[in-house]
């Protein structure tokens, strides 16, 4: 292109804002995006301040990193300063220079950005009114706090270096309706997913991090739960990929039985079971997205559902591969390169079903003893137009019934066909998803003489009417739903039968 046929043409400065707004931060999102800023300057400690006022409410977060002079504080103010293809410090969390300023824009009308380094306090500010004053739609970024608001800056004072971040007019939050409760119920959905994003940077007795809100400490909240002895956990693998090397690890999570009231709320994740299944992403420890299957599947994309919602997988990537990942300016989406799609696949099949296998059976762990098939009393039957639940006559208690039954054979098949054909699966998918209760099987919750009860039937049966040595009637048992979840019931069985029995 010839230079001289060329021209100039900025946006202007009060419309571009305004359409910078819509970028789709919740509160929440935009105040982890600021929190990325301080940890990329080294703090260690970072405070973040709700304070109620009506329209004249507030939010700060006040941090002890590295600090900025009046010219590093420009640039910083200046949006895209920054080219997203420049290299960046290993640890650095940002890449398109607009987050800082994006996510702010996104919830208040005044943004003051006040830092502090070597004894020396800078204080810029956008607002967004003014922007829209202006004349000559100019970029207008001025300088200090605004009248009446220096008290707001104040804390950064009290410390050697740092810098504070304030939001006011917060005119996307307190909107019409808007009550202290509200407010109150906003900072404790804030602090859920703070916990969720920087989890990595808050964990250990030596954290990376002391992150507080209005002055308490928040807590990490790990989506694996790691600790608990009940949870899977897949080898660490390395992959190669465009943008550099990524790491995976697979976990299942216990299922509810397992795990105490207490777990299993905390372990559901600030958006629920369902909704936090799939994979994390992180680049430098820092959580991007928080459960997503990330457009995989066989044929089409896997979606969210029930069955699966105790896979979760851990995947970092490099910080010089959001181009390649398609990171996002908000830092909550990404796709995977093509080159290891399938092996991602592999990796996410393989959870998803030993998910499903948890959550089918309770969590409970299949005692058989040996390596033999288990005989269950269920089958299912899939055909072209899709499947059927058979009971399985196969199952001693079954066979027994239908050995026995002479001249009522043909009504005992009728009547378990009829059972087969009225099986409530919808009812039964109906109570899962919606009320999130699995439905009890195998004599969950049920005392040890009612399962021993329909257990010395059946052994009986086996022994009596089979002629099966005792020995060998446990074994089969122990390979035999519903027993195999009670071996020592099994195992007490006795060695001979009373004489009444005979």
Not at 43 to 50: G, I, L, Q, S
Not at 104 to 130: H, I, N, Y
Not at 147 to 155: K, Q
Request: charged share 25%.
């Amino acid at each position: 292109m010839n230079p001289s046929k060329s021209r100039h043409l900025p946006p202007k400065a009060g419309p571009m804002i305004e359409s910078l707004r819509g970028l789709g931060y919740s509160t929440a999102t935009a105040l982890a995006d600021v929190i990325d800023n301080s940890i990329t300057a080294g703090a260690c400690n970072v405070e973040v301040f709700f304070s109620w006022r009506e329209t004249r409410s507030t939010i700060a977060v006040l941090d002890d990193g590295s600090g900025m002079d009046e010219e590093e504080l420009s640039l910083a103010m200046r949006l895209g300063e920054r080219n997203p293809r420049d290299k960046r410090a290993a640890q650095d969390l940002g890449r398109f220079g607009l987050g800082l300023k994006t996510a702010s824009f996104s919830q208040c009308r005044r943004l003051t950005v006040a830092s502090r380094k070597a004894g020396r306090t800078s204080c810029l500010r956008w607002d967004l009114d003014v922007l829209a004053a202006s004349k000559d739609d100019g970029w207008h970024l001025l300088e200090g706090p605004a009248y009446g608001s220096e008290s707001l800056i104040a804390p950064l004072n009290l410390v050697d270096r740092g810098t504070l971040v304030l939001w006011e007019e917060l005119d996307r939050i307190v909107t019409l309706g808007f009550c202290k409760q509200d407010f109150l119920d906003l900072v404790d959905t804030v602090e859920r997913h703070l916990a969720m994003v920087f989890h990595r940077f808050l964990h250990g007795t030596q954290p990376q991090l002391h992150l507080t809100i209005n002055g308490r400490s928040v807590q990490p909240w790990d989506p694996f739960l790691t600790r608990h002895t009940a949870t899977w956990s897949s080898p660490l693998e390395r992959i190669d990929a465009d943008g550099g090397q990524v790491t995976v690890r697979c976990h299942v999570l216990p299922h509810k039985d397992r795990l105490d009231e207490r777990d299993y709320n905390s372990a559901g994740g600030p958006d629920g079971w369902t909704a936090h299944q799939g994979f994390y992403v992180y680049r430098n420890e820092r959580l991007l997205v928080a459960g997503s299957w990330l457009g995989l599947g066989r044929g089409r994309s896997w979606t969210k559902e029930e069955a699966y919602r105790l896979a979760r997988i851990r995947l970092d990537i490099h910080n010089t591969a959001d181009a390649d990942w398609k990171i996002d300016v908000r830092k909550s989406t990404a796709k995977p390169p093509v080159s290891i799609r399938e092996r991602l696949t592999r990796l996410a099949e393989d959870s998803r079903e030993r998910a499903r296998r948890v959550f089918a059976h309770r969590g409970q762990i299949v005692r058989t003893g040996s390596s033999e098939p288990l005989v269950q009393a269920w089958r299912a039957e899939h055909f072209k137009g899709g499947i059927r639940y058979r009971i399985e006559t196969d199952h001693p208690a079954v066979r027994s019934v239908l050995d026995d039954a002479g001249l009522l054979a043909p009504q005992v098949r009728a009547m378990l066909r009829i059972l087969e054909e009225t099986l409530p699966v919808q009812r039964i998918w109906l109570d899962t998803t919606e009320a999130r209760e699995t439905p009890r099987t195998g004599f969950t919750g049920e005392p040890p003489s009612a399962v021993c009860a329909i257990l010395s039937v059946v052994y009986r049966n086996m022994i009596l009417r089979k002629g099966l040595s005792p020995a060998l009637a446990r074994e089969q048992l122990l390979h035999t739903e519903p027993f195999n979840n009670h071996p020592d019931l099994v195992a007490s069985l006795p060695e001979e039968l009373a004489s009444g029995e005979e």
